[in-house]
């Protein structure tokens, strides 16, 4: 049997099972025309990009869908719109909630270049998550180490924790004792308000986008599509990140792009999260539509001679992530 990417005829004990889409996504459609040995190469040069993209990983973690080690990289982004960001920078990682379900954000722990000496005494501007003691009680022992405070110890940091949680919104608290002076506020950083999908960066996503494509060309399309002088196009493309089509050859046609996405509760809320694959007869060329969650979406033109395929009619495959479940129309 030859695997339809290095092209070698091989042993079918060489051959492993591939995920159409990859199986970190929940892509549960299987086929047997790739070899061991490009399956582990694409895999992690290839489909990592697709599987650990942010939009990606974020769906995955709501999801609860984990990667072959069994877990999942979780998200980061730009916080925007929070009286807690201020002069923007502030990040943070949304994780799901194993107590109570669904995702939750935390903020990453930061110290600002911002020092200030008042009264010989130096301020350190600093922002950590109103739900993390463990980060609060570290960063005030950090500091005062580094400057040559005393050492408060953790039960009066957490005391003093508990007072700044106790406090209204956006009320400054002091705090003055023996080894600990501070000065704080509790303000709002809302996680559900992550600046990172405007303008999603699919760019290194895109070789996966046509791994896809191409793969589910050379199932549907049948042995004879590994002649298709654009299926070739399509194949170095996927194995050799150096190639490139010429402009005037292209053949990767078609704009990878995603939904436009404000926040967290507006993403959920794209129903059902399906990976689709189509492949479609289109002005005299073959074109293979591909969907990621029903977000991040490329069409890929797979053969631009479609009468080398005469019994091939349109067909469709959805998969749904979260069952395993997949249908062919």
């Known amino acids: 049997m030859k695997c339809i990417f290095c092209k070698e005829e091989k042993l079918d004990a060489q051959f492993s099972i591939e995920h159409l889409f990859p199986d970190a996504i929940g892509g549960s459609f299987k086929i047997h025309s790739v070899c061991r040995d490009c399956n582990s190469d694409l895999g992690r040069e290839v489909d990592s990009h697709l599987a650990d993209h942010p939009l990606v990983r974020l769906i995955r973690c709501e999801l609860d869908l984990v990667g072959k080690k069994g877990n999942i990289k979780h998200f980061k982004g730009e916080l925007v719109g929070s009286p807690a960001d201020e002069k923007g920078g502030l990040r943070v990682t949304v994780m799901r909630d194993e107590s109570e379900g669904g995702l939750k954000g935390r903020v990453i722990p930061k110290r600002f270049e911002f020092r200030a000496v008042e009264d010989r005494v130096v301020w350190q501007k600093s922002m950590v998550d109103s739900e993390d003691m463990d980060n609060f009680v570290s960063m005030i022992q950090s500091f005062c180490r580094k400057h040559g405070q005393p050492q408060p110890s953790v039960d009066e940091i957490s005391a003093l924790w508990h007072h700044l949680r106790g406090s209204s919104v956006g009320t400054e608290c002091r705090a003055k004792s023996e080894a600990l002076l501070f000065r704080g506020r509790l303000v709002k950083a809302d996680p559900n308000v992550v600046e990172c999908w405007e303008d999603i960066d699919v760019a290194h996503c895109r070789r996966a986008i046509v791994k896809i494509a191409y793969e589910l060309a050379c199932e549907w399309l049948g042995i004879d599509y590994l002649e298709d002088p654009v299926g070739e196009k399509l194949r170095r493309f996927v194995v050799d990140p150096s190639f490139t089509v010429p402009p005037a050859e292209n053949a990767v046609k078609g704009k990878i792009d995603s939904q436009p996405i404000r926040n967290l509760t507006e993403l959920l809320s794209f129903q059902p999260l399906l990976h689709v694959g189509h492949i479609r007869p289109s002005e ?46």
Do not use: A, K, M
């Open 284 to 329: 005299g060329v073959l074109v293979c539509d591909v969907s990621i969650f029903n977000l991040i979406r490329g069409s890929i033109i797979v053969s631009d001679t479609p009468e080398r395929y005469p019994s091939f009619v349109p067909q469709s495959i959805e998969i749904d992530p979260i069952t395993g479940q997949w249908h062919i129309s």
